[in-house]
């Protein structure tokens, strides 16, 4: 149990669906962060939150859409998304940005 | 850009061993260094952080080694056992501190 809690564990979706992500960290960290884990692929940074305002959006597609409304959640909202989308979603949190990082245990979605 | 190569891609040692694993990147201008252990299908657990101004970090069987002039950091796992079988990543943050940069990892297997 690292402190990071994401839910849900496995999501399919069809294309024309909108759904969210959830992460939750009860660590008192101030900075939350979504990644994305592709096969055979680096881990991709898609978005920074510090102190509940955006900081990094590193050219993700408007398909996908972040929100923070607080410190310790951090939302990851999906919509008319792709096949090629299909991914770990992971989501981490740090003390500050960029410091030592603790991970959720992902997001497994599949997009139909 | 940072750069961080892991190599190899994947290992295979019998239990009992001692091992090493690497991890390489491009620009020494880093703030610091995290290994990572992933089990297929999960999140990330940090295993350990090296600042910059670190020689090394220990932890356990474990212990990472930093040489930021040369671009390596190498975790050392001591008595390898089957419970270690996972694959280990290596990320560093840029001095400026804006981004993690993952490698690829590392897939361990230790055999009983």
């Known amino acids: 149990e690292t402190g990071v809690t994401q839910t849900p564990r496995h999501l399919v979706m069809g294309m024309t669906n909108k759904k969210s992500l959830k992460c939750e960290q009860h660590?008192?960290?101030?900075?939350m962060y979504w990644y994305k884990q592709s096969a055979k692929k680096p881990l991709e940074l898609m978005f920074v939150y510090s102190l509940e305002e955006r900081v990094e959006n590193n050219s993700v597609p408007s398909r996908f859409s972040p929100e923070c409304p607080n410190s310790s959640h951090l939302f990851l909202h999906l919509h008319t998304l792709q096949p090629e989308d299909s991914a770990l979603y992971l989501c981490a949190s740090s003390r500050r940005e960029f410091t030592e990082a603790f991970f959720g245990q992902g997001t497994r979605l599949t997009v139909v | 850009k940072q750069e961080v190569t892991q190599i190899p891609a994947a290992l295979s040692v019998p239990e009992g061993e001692n091992l090493v694993l690497n991890c390489s990147f491009t620009d020494s201008a880093i703030y610091n260094l995290q290994w990572f252990r992933q089990d297929p299908g999960k999140g990330l657990t940090s295993l350990l952080l090296?600042?910059?101004?670190?020689r090394e970090q220990t932890s356990g069987r474990l212990n990472a080694s930093l040489d930021k002039s040369s671009g390596r950091s190498t975790l050392y796992i001591a008595a390898s056992q089957p419970g270690d079988s996972a694959t280990y990543l290596c990320?560093?943050?840029?001095?400026?501190?804006?981004?993690?940069?993952f490698g690829t990892g590392t897939s361990l297997t230790v055999i009983p």
């Open positions: 090296i600042q910059s101004s670190q």
């Open positions: 660590l008192g960290h101030n900075a």
């Open positions: 990320a560093v943050t840029s001095n400026t501190g804006n981004q993690f940069y």
